[in-house]
């Protein structure tokens, strides 16, 4: 496949005249689609163990807006799961941990992580790549270590992660311990859905926010570095394009693009990444604010096209938002938009 896609070929760096378009979130609650499925399902989790109803979910956005990738339908907490700790999705709340990371002990007594655990994943990429077009790659995807870390430890959601932040403090070689687990974790669970049939694979590093500058060197990206070089270093996944997504982290362009990751997603307030400093290193994905999409299509036009008047001359750029589309957001929106990428 795949030499014809542009997306891929954006990925290895390349100019295109027009982006290749897909969108964090692409499937999910804004869609009438999407809630239509979703209603038959009290658990979110219960509807991710269904490798059909993901393939249906994988597709909808695809159908809907002739997107130029898809993404594997799961979820990243798919690997706290597996490891024992009992993720339930509650209506307004979001993930709840049955048997969250409370002591040490939890972690040196950890089950060890059986990547057969998680088959329905695999078992839905093959589902996805094998009804998708072949011009039209599949992404799979993981949390990053840090960011499993962080909703394990918590147990839930939450807007600082203060007990997260607590517990690393004070526990700070069982923390790194548990790190590499979920490193660990992470590759052999990526290179399962690259068997499986993904073409791509994107990190996301959901709460790289929270984390100052070296406490973000020390307990993300190092773990994120050692996922990418060991993918990087298997034959299986050496050929996989990497996109990393870390919300809003307090480091350099130089730190990010350090990771080794083939793209870097940008989060929607990274106006000032220095994307001259990235040139020929790193391709770039993003970084529309979702908001925007709330407002008029005379406002969505004008922040496009600043946007792509800024990455214009730019070595591989994927057109994205800078995070997930959310609920609010009509499909309409979503449609406009895609339309003035491509017609720019
Ligand atoms: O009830 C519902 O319908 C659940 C809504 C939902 C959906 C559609 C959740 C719950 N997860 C997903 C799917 C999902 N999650 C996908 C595949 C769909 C697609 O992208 O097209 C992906 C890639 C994710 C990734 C994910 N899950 C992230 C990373 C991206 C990001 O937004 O930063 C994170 C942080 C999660 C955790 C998660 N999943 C769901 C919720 C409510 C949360 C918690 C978010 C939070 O902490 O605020």
Redesign the pocket.
Known sequence: MSDESIFLRALRKENLPIPPIWY??????YMPE?RAV?KNFKN?LDMCKNPEVCCEL?LQ?IKAFKLDAA???????TIPDAFGLGVK?VENE??VFQNPIEKVDDIKNLMPFDPENLTYVYEAVTNIKNALPSNIPLIG?C?SPW?LAAYSIEGR?SKDFKKTINFIKENIDESHLFLSKLTDACFLYLRKQVQAGADVIQI?D?WANILDTEDLKNFSFDYIKLLINALKNDSVTSNIPIIL?A?DPKCSPGALIETSADCLSLYWSMNDFDIQFARNKTALQGNLNPKILLESRDVIKTETHKLLEKFEDFPGYVFNLG??LTPDICPEKVKYLTELVREY
């Open positions: 964090m979130r692409q499937a999910g609650r999407y979703r979110f994988a956005p993404i594997l339908f799961s979820d990243i907490l999705f979001g993930p995807f949390g960011t959601s996301f959901s997504f919300r995070h997930g």
